[in-house]
């Protein structure tokens, strides 16, 4: 029998492993303004959406805020951003909770995350949905006596999971919510449940009970124009790079990441997915890189190549006519678009190697 030879890790390896890593990285100075979670601390545009948004909570002064309001629009167009901004500079009337529902696959588990961001203990599946949603009830009206507030907005992010927990009911849940908005506004507390979602919560499939409860207060954050990407590509390049990144390369990222509707995730990801690959390679072998990927891959890996030749290379128009007829376009980014991503950077960085 032959046994494969077992190839030893050695220190010396794991040294050339951090040493190509660090050369990756080189071009980098702060690489946390390219993170897609982080917060910015000035936002560029959506004064608009900020206006509206501000318009349902400022009317608590007056006495009474409308009980939901739907945030919606398309992957990367800032919803999460300006709501948290919002939110976070207007502590003087309301006191907020943030919920990204993405960490739970069940409404049970979505009310418990709500739960634990409110600091409260978790409940167990067997406990009920009505006692954790009296809890988030019990925990609001605590945190409000402790800042001496009268309204409380509670954020839930990609609330659009809840529809997809299949044996859950979404409008009984919704229901409860609005039902538990009631009883603080009969203590003399205001509750507004802001929800966001890529499409309008009107549009999904709710009971007409729930739908007439929650009236129809909505933001729709437009997707970005190729100018408003590149506006933020700017802002974030001066502070994540290095050296001042080349006003085409920047230009040609906003493009792509307008290409289907103006993404800001994506052309930030594609940005730092260029500049991670920007390590010296020639124009000739970046091309034999692409070649190599599988034809799932090909349209991103593309996409990034090409960016990271703009940092390397003056040729951009060469580079541009590489690309194939046959690459797919449009809703590729539009699913799971982060593992997508991450899974064709493996295999860039593995072709690399
Ligand atoms: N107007 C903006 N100003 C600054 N950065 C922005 C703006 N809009 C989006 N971004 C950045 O783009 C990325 C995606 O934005 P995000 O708010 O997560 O989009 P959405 O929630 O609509 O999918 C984040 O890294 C965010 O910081
Ligand atoms: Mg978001």
New binding site residues.
């Given amino acids: 029998m032959i046994y494969a030879l077992q190839v030893e890790l050695t220190r010396k390896d794991l040294d050339n492993i951090r040493r190509k890593i660090t050369k990756q990285n080189v071009v980098f100075s702060d690489k946390r303004f390219l993170?897609?979670?982080?917060?910015?601390s000035n936002?560029?545009?959506?004064k608009n959406e900020a206006e509206q948004f501000l318009a349902h909570i400022e009317s608590a002064r007056h006495g009474l805020v409308v009980p939901l309001v739907s945030v919606y629009?398309r992957?990367?167009?800032?919803?999460?951003?300006?709501i948290k901004f919002v939110c976070q500079n207007i502590t003087d009337i309301a006191s907020f909770a943030f919920v990204n529902l993405r960490k739970s696959k069940t409404i049970f588990g979505c009310a418990n995350l709500i739960l634990s961001e409110l600091g409260a203990a978790l409940l167990k599946s067997a406990e009920g949905l009505n006692k954790v949603v009296d809890k988030i009830g019990e925990s609001i009206e605590n945190t409000l006596a402790l800042e001496n507030k009268k309204l409380f907005l509670l954020v839930m992010d990609e609330y659009d999971v809840i529809f997809s927990d299949v044996r859950g009911k979404p409008s009984d849940f919704v229901y409860k919510l609005l039902t538990l908005e009631e009883n603080l506004r009969e203590k003399g507390l205001m509750l507004c449940i802001i929800t966001?979602s890529n499409n309008a919560l009107i549009d999904y499939d709710l009971d007409d009970r729930v739908k007439s409860r929650m009236g129809n207060s909505e933001v729709f954050?437009a997707p970005y124009s190729k100018d408003n990407v590149l506006g933020?590509l700017h802002?974030r390049a001066d502070k994540a790079f290095s050296k001042k990144v080349d006003d085409e390369v920047l230009q040609y990222c906003a493009e792509l990441s307008s290409s289907d509707h103006g993404d800001?995730?994506r052309a930030?990801d594609l940005l730092r997915l260029s500049g991670e690959l920007c390590d010296g390679k020639k124009i000739q072998e970046s091309m034999d890189i692409v070649q190599k990927v599988p034809a799932p891959y090909h349209n991103i890996a593309f996409e990034v190549v090409l960016t990271y030749l703009l940092f390397t290379e003056r040729n951009v128009p060469t580079a541009k006519q590489h690309k194939p007829e046959s690459t797919p376009t449009v809703t590729r980014f539009e699913v799971q678009s982060e593992s997508y991503q991450i899974q064709t950077l493996s295999y860039l960085h593995t072709l690399k190697t």
């Fill in positions: 993170d897609s979670l982080f917060l910015p936002i560029i545009g959506r629009g992957s990367g167009s800032g919803k999460s951003t300006l966001i954050f933020i802002d800001a995730r930030l």
